[in-house]
């Protein structure tokens, strides 16, 4: 990427949201590499810290997270806020943001607190979901995330950096991931068509090689600018 094209998106607030399983987490950080946009870290990422489990709302929040179930949105809503503004230079930079605004009243709250230029909406058949969260792991000391089949370990089953085990994240158990696809339908859904009616989402298919679904991304967002 030239550093013209960095120049023409330096300020783009841009927000991704797809069904759990669908390489959001993949596609922001090859986006943030390629751009140099600041990088927010997802609701789901700032609960599962030990830190944030540490404090008494985030004892309660990882009852909920641990089960599926989505933080309450006032919740969510500040403690983004927070996030955003203490990364942007409060909220003059780029970024982007992985997994938030979620819900219709994130987007609300977001559209007036912080602003969302684009909602990139990765698209995977749910069928291919379900195999790609049957193999994804995650390192218990640093939390970096891999997928046997997508982005697998380079050796067996230990992360590469911490060299400990991997395991199986708790909402990531057959049980849980049923009642993450019903919560995402009921709550992702009206939030895709509010931006759809502002003409801010731009919708990818994520079922391809992580490369090509990389370079659509890119291209698209600098198609825009």
Not at 90 to 109: C, H, K, M
Not at 180 to 192: G, K, L, N
Not at 206 to 219: H, N, Q, S, T, W
Request: charged share 30%; glycine share 6%; net charge neutral.
């Amino acid at each position: 990427m030239t550093d013209q094209e960095k120049q023409k998106i330096s300020k783009l607030k841009i927000a991704f949201i797809g069904r759990p399983g669908t390489g959001k987490g993949t596609q922001v950080e090859i986006l943030h590499q390629e751009t140099g946009l600041v990088l927010i870290p997802s609701p789901g990422d700032i609960y599962r810290t030990p830190e944030f489990r540490a404090t008494p709302i985030g004892k309660k929040v990882a009852e909920l997270v641990d089960r599926g179930i989505f933080a309450p949105n006032e919740v969510t809503n500040q403690i983004m806020k927070d996030k955003f503004f203490s990364l942007t230079n409060n909220n003059q930079d780029g970024f982007i943001s992985e997994g938030y605004p979620r819900t219709l009243p994130q987007a609300e709250f977001a559209d007036k607190e912080i602003g969302i230029d684009w909602l990139i909406n990765l698209e995977v058949p749910e069928t291919q979901l379900v195999e790609r969260l049957s193999q994804r792991r995650v390192c218990p000391q640093c939390k970096k995330n891999y997928n046997f089949i997508t982005n697998p370990p380079k050796n067996d089953s230990l992360c590469d950096v911490c060299r400990v085990p991997l395991v199986l994240r708790d909402d990531d158990r057959p049980e849980v991931i049923k009642n993450r696809f019903v919560v995402y339908h009921q709550t992702a859904e009206p939030t895709i068509e509010h931006y759809r009616q502002q003409n801010k989402i731009i919708d990818i298919n994520g079922d391809r090689p992580i490369e090509a679904v990389a370079k659509d991304v890119l291209d698209v967002l600098l198609s825009k600018v």
